[in-house]
């Protein structure tokens, strides 16, 4: 399915990092008194941006603090410029937004928290060190609270329609659909013994569940052993996996009605569980999940919202650049989809708002990056415009952000699309490797100097003993190294290789399997302590038939989606520009000046005369 960068909030907001809607803190840009913020270097709907602001903002923007060169250097100013001018407009647009003095004070203590500014004097160098005042910190507070509450403001009016959430339900059922659940009932023990005697009792003929769960168990006694019962009541309801612990829902979820499984050992009880009804997953009705629908639909209308109120801000947005400005920037047309333009700032948002370009722009790879991200990107903005103009001849009430309407086109076209129970078997089959649990083992390493092959010897004969781990090492100068619960290719190729990849297992002691003494590639050596060891499991057919059958479903509809993609981007009218506009903002190269040709047998203008001093003395 279609896939676009869509924080829009993120990429737009990036200039001043106003970012409290994610719950973060601002990086603060020193503000500077009036008086020293230099000339107008442009202005927005009127307000003059000065040269001292434009060059600090200019600064901590991740791209140009890079201090790239050449095409990447305008590419960037365009990015920026872009994003400057939005910021500026929205903060313009929200300057008559209320703020409470409580409202700016909460604000104020969160970053007083985050920096650990309890006492005054810690907050004023605090203050100092990010060159603001009391006031201008405020003031920056103020206009971050003002545009956090017009997006809230904004989203909170995207209701979504009855029609919306009704087709926003019919695409994505899958996520409505009820868990596997059980009522069911338990006993939980603190010992074996006691466990294996319980069980036998409640599997004899006649016994009674309820009674013996009432009479011994640890953990819900009073209801019976009851599981999702309400208070005061002892019938079960109907409960899904994560009431369990990880073992137990294993067992339990593979039980059907009246069974009762063995005991089951999960952190450090013993649970015996009787199924009294299986309840397999299963579609609902809309009416059932139309609370869930709505908050889901409201978030994406809510984005949609903004996207639009974001677009609009700019193109009403007036820039004129003052007589002799130092920075000037364009926004040029990139490509066309039928009548609706994509500039180039769209594009470089989405580029450089990729982690990995700031990365090789530090490596000096930024020339690569525009090679290889800039066409890339802007194929996916002509294809989301195709599909999205597309989608409107459709006659559904698609909704959200243009990536949405994308999707969700998509989705409706795909929708109708099943496969057959030999399709999945056959999928279940060539793609054993995603229904297989890797392999497992708690490992933990004791590493040791170069010089300490015989500490390493002792302390592995120690260890088969047994003793506490810490201290075995430290009395033989030894390090412990913990790598938790692995799974193969999780740590280095040695301890990888001994644990995974060696046939059978090694000694054990009381601290668990004890490896022999390895030398590692630098010459130190090491000795691991592995427990827990769980060999590779296939799961079967029958117990992810579902999982199978949802995997080659989104394969289908995926292969379904692409090709009506090709499809209306044959019918479309698209024009793509991106290599003139790269072109034209390529700076020119100086051409090199030849060197004056001097005839061997005649001195050249560089040689002097001996008698003649090389650089005579000016007249005075």
């Not at 009880?269 to 889901?296: C, S």
């Not at 430290?474 to 301890?495: E, F, L, R």
């Not at 190269?589 to 001097?598: A, F, G, H, I, W």
């Amino acid at each position: 399915m279609f896939g676009i960068n869509r924080k829009v909030v993120a990429v737009i907001f990036g200039v001043l990092a106003l970012a409290f809607v994610a719950g973060s803190v601002l990086l603060f840009t020193p503000q500077g008194q009036r008086s020293t913020q230099g000339k107008t270097e442009f202005t927005v709907n009127g307000r003059p941006v000065y040269e001292l602001d434009l060059a600090r903002a200019q600064q901590n923007d991740p791209i140009l603090s890079t201090n790239p060169q050449g095409l990447l250097k305008n590419l960037a100013d365009v990015n920026f410029g872009e994003r400057f001018v939005i910021t500026n407009a929205l903060l313009q647009d929200t300057a008559r937004v209320g703020v409470s003095g409580g409202e700016l004070k909460k604000e104020l203590d969160t970053i007083k928290e985050r920096f650990g500014l309890q006492k005054k004097e810690d907050y004023d160098r605090f203050l100092t060190q990010v060159g603001y005042t009391d006031s201008q910190l405020r003031n920056e507070l103020r206009d971050q609270i003002r545009i956090n509450k017009r997006i809230e403001d904004i989203q909170k009016k995207a209701e979504p329609t009855e029609e919306e959430m009704r087709l926003y339900f019919e695409l994505n059922r899958d996520q409505y659909k009820n868990e596997e659940r059980v009522q069911a009932r338990q006993i939980v023990l603190d010992d074996k013994a006691t466990a294996d005697k319980i069980y036998a009792e409640v599997t004899a003929a006649g016994a009674d569940f309820a009674a013996i769960a009432k009479a011994n168990s640890k953990l819900n006694a009073e209801q019976g052993g009851a599981l999702g019962a309400e208070a005061g009541k002892s019938e079960p309801g109907p409960v899904t996996r994560v009431v369990f612990p990880n073992a137990v829902a294993d067992a339990v979820f593979k039980l059907r009605d009246g069974q009762i499984s063995k005991p089951i050992e999960a952190g450090g009880r013993f649970y015996i569980v009787k199924v009294e009804k299986y309840l397999p997953a299963g579609d609902v009705k809309f009416e059932e999940v139309k609370d869930r629908v709505k908050e889901d639909a409201k978030r994406i209308k809510g984005q949609g919202a903004l996207e639009a109120y974001i677009e609009e801000l700019r193109a009403k947005a007036s820039v004129k650049f003052a007589e002799g400005a130092t920075f000037k920037f364009e926004n040029p047309v990139v490509a066309k989809v039928g009548g609706t333009e994509i500039r180039l700032a769209e594009v470089t948002q989405s580029v450089f708002a990729n982690p990995q370009v700031p990365q090789l722009l530090q490596q000096g790879l930024g020339e690569l990056a525009v090679q290889f991200f800039m066409p890339q990107t802007l194929e996916q903005l002509i294809s989301r415009e195709v599909i999205y103009q597309a989608a409107r001849s459709l006659g559904q009430p698609f909704f959200g952000s243009k990536s949405d309407v994308a999707n969700q086109a998509q989705q409706w076209k795909t929708r109708d699309i099943t496969v057959t129970d030999a399709e999945v078997r056959k999928y279940y089959d060539s793609n054993l490797a995603n229904f297989t649990i890797p392999a497992s083992a708690r490992v933990q390493a004791v590493n040791f100097k170069k010089e300490d092959k015989a500490k390493a010897d002792a302390f592995r004969a120690a260890a088969l003993k047994g003793g506490k781990l810490e201290e075995l090492a430290k009395a033989n100068s030894g390090t412990v190294q913990d790598y938790g619960v692995v799974n193969p290719g999780t740590m280095p190729p040695v301890p990888n290789r001994l644990v995974f990849l060696t046939r059978g297992s090694f000694p054990r002691g009381p601290l668990g399997e004890v490896s022999e003494v390895v030398k590692l590639e630098d010459g130190s050596f090491q000795v691991l302590i592995v427990g827990e060891r769980k060999a590779e499991v296939l799961r079967p057919f029958e117990e992810v038939k579902d999982e199978a059958r949802q995997q080659v479903l989104a394969t289908r509809r995926a292969e379904a989606a692409q090709k009506w993609v090709e499809e209306v981007r044959k019918a479309a009218k698209v024009e793509n520009n991106l290599q003139k506009v790269l072109t034209a903002l390529t700076p020119k190269e100086e051409p090199k000046k030849e060197e004056p040709k001097t005839n061997e047998n005649q001195p050249s203008g560089n040689q002097t005369n001996p008698a003649t001093p090389a650089n005579p003395p000016a007249n005075r």
